[in-house]
């Protein structure tokens, strides 16, 4: 799509979108934001999350990286983006509850299974991808596909745990005034799966 078809977008929420929310702008110029869940996605350009679960302006901050990883607690001084993120979600906005939400057809948990070479264009794609190496697959009896399906489920399972790495979030799941959510959208139909901890398994919305 062209930059100058962004803009021409630009002026088209102006004059539609912006005023279907025009008072929730207001509102959340003035208080702040106040959101309960922190959301994380891919950065999957057909991963949308307000569109997939219709969410308004305030509801969710939103953390999209490659693949939906969560990387583990690593208390050094050095630059850690999303785990900043997670910190300032749960630390101070005290949201209620985060969602990591995984897809079909990932990209980042294919390349788990491909040799991506030495390329210094891809230094630190390499690097992020080790955080997903504990959801690879060894089954002979699975087809490629089914594979690749099974590893975006196991992912968003440890993603969830990477999250109890962090002291704030183990401490507030503790108490009970935070709760994990794993969730696989299905990019060729819509619908979402809910990872049930107690059945270890992922089941569709009724």
Same mark, same amino acid.
């Given at each position: 799509?062209? &930059?100058?078809?962004?803009?021409?977008? /630009? $002026?088209?929420?102006?004059?539609?979108?912006?005023?279907?929310?025009?008072?929730?702008?207001? $509102?959340?110029?003035?208080?702040?934001?106040?959101?309960? #869940?922190?959301? &994380?996605?891919?950065?999957?350009?057909? @991963?949308?999350?307000?569109?997939?679960?219709?969410?308004?302006?305030?509801?969710?901050? &939103?953390?999209?990286?490659?693949?939906?990883? @969560?990387?583990? *607690?690593?208390?050094?001084?050095?630059?850690?983006?999303? +785990?900043?993120? #997670?910190? *300032? +979600?749960?630390? #101070?906005?005290?949201?209620?509850?985060?969602?990591?939400?995984?897809?079909?057809?990932?990209? +980042?948990?294919? +390349?788990?299974?491909?040799?991506?070479?030495?390329?210094?264009?891809?230094?630190?794609?390499?690097?992020?991808?080790?955080?997903?190496?504990? !959801?690879? &697959?060894?089954?002979?009896?699975?087809?490629?596909?089914? #594979? *690749?399906?099974?590893?975006?489920? !196991?992912?968003?399972?440890?993603?969830? $745990? /990477?999250?109890?790495?962090?002291?704030?979030?183990?401490? $507030?799941?503790?108490?009970?005034?935070?709760?994990?959510?794993?969730?696989?959208?299905?990019?060729?139909?819509?619908?979402?799966? @809910?990872?049930?901890?107690?059945?270890?398994?992922?089941?569709?919305?009724?």
């Amino acid at each position: 799509m062209p &930059i100058a078809n962004l803009l021409e977008g /630009n $002026r088209q929420f102006q004059q539609i979108g912006f005023k279907k929310h025009e008072e929730d702008f207001g $509102r959340l110029t003035h208080e702040g934001q106040n959101p309960d #869940i922190l959301f &994380i996605g891919c950065s999957d350009s057909r @991963v949308v999350p307000d569109l997939i679960v219709d969410s308004k302006p305030g509801d969710m901050f &939103i953390l999209r990286n490659v693949g939906n990883f @969560v990387p583990p *607690y690593k208390p050094d001084n050095d630059f850690h983006g999303s +785990a900043a993120a #997670i910190e *300032y +979600a749960v630390s #101070i906005l005290n949201v209620k509850d985060i969602i990591v939400c995984g897809h079909s057809h990932c990209g +980042a948990c294919a +390349a788990l299974y491909k040799e991506l070479g030495d390329d210094e264009g891809i230094t630190h794609i390499k690097k992020w991808l080790e955080i997903g190496k504990g !959801a690879k &697959i060894t089954n002979p009896n699975l087809t490629q596909e089914q #594979i *690749y399906t099974e590893t975006e489920k !196991a992912s968003i399972v440890l993603q969830l $745990r /990477n999250l109890l790495t962090y002291p704030k979030v183990k401490e $507030r799941v503790g108490n009970q005034t935070l709760e994990l959510h794993g969730w696989y959208y299905k990019i060729e139909t819509g619908k979402i799966e @809910v990872y049930n901890r107690t059945l270890n398994s992922f089941e569709a919305l009724p």
